[in-house]
């Protein structure tokens, strides 16, 4: 397939990308670089863009023609949303209204959506379960929970096929080297 990995520079999103490339799908990466680094793009086409460029993404999804978007592109810090809360909802929530358009404009129906676990708030039972309510308490939560809302309008009018992938917490590094900082200690005994 040819996939279109926004936010592909930046951790989950480069992550994917190379995974995507191991499975033999034709990837392209659109990153602003704002968080991500472009070391972290191996072999995919890359784009400098925001997904607010309304007309640069217009220029990539007519030279490209994307299959599916994998949307790993927004802002994650949640005591920023805080102190900041309109970046957030006009990054996170106006930005992903800006790449929907763009993908419907192209006919691309599918999207997987990096969602957080953050939509959830304060958890009434544990463990969670896909199904718990939905009661975000801060920006960066409520902005990507304002995007699910918006991709289940669209699946409810049938003009949108979707998944949401909310995580707790990503860390680690790739034990073949091809990202994050992965030390390998030789040791050697001394007599």
Not at 12 to 32: F, P, Q, R, T, W
Not at 45 to 53: M, V
Request: some cysteine; proline content about 3%.
């Amino acid at each position: 397939m040819k996939i279109l990995v926004t936010g592909g520079a930046g951790y989950i999103g480069s992550h994917m990308n190379i995974k995507l490339e191991e499975a033999g799908h034709d990837v392209c990466v659109i990153d602003n670089l704002s968080h991500g680094h472009i070391s972290s793009v191996k072999k995919s086409k890359f784009f400098h863009c925001d997904i607010n460029d309304s007309s640069r993404l217009d220029e990539i999804f007519s030279a490209e023609k994307f299959d599916i978007v994998f949307h790993f592109a927004g802002l994650i810090d949640v005591s920023e949303s805080m102190q900041h809360p309109t970046i957030y909802y006009e990054n996170n929530a106006n930005g992903t209204k800006n790449l929907l358009s763009c993908m419907m404009k192209h006919g691309v129906r599918h999207i997987i959506f990096s969602s957080t676990a953050a939509v959830y708030g304060i958890p009434k039972s544990s463990p969670i379960k896909e199904t718990h309510p939905t009661n975000s308490i801060n920006p960066y939560g409520e902005s990507k929970l304002l995007v699910e809302n918006i991709l289940a309008d669209y699946q409810k009018r049938q003009t949108m096929n979707y998944i949401c992938l909310r995580y707790f917490n990503a860390a680690g590094a790739d034990y073949l080297n091809h990202l994050g900082n992965v030390m390998i200690l030789k040791l050697t005994s001394y007599h």
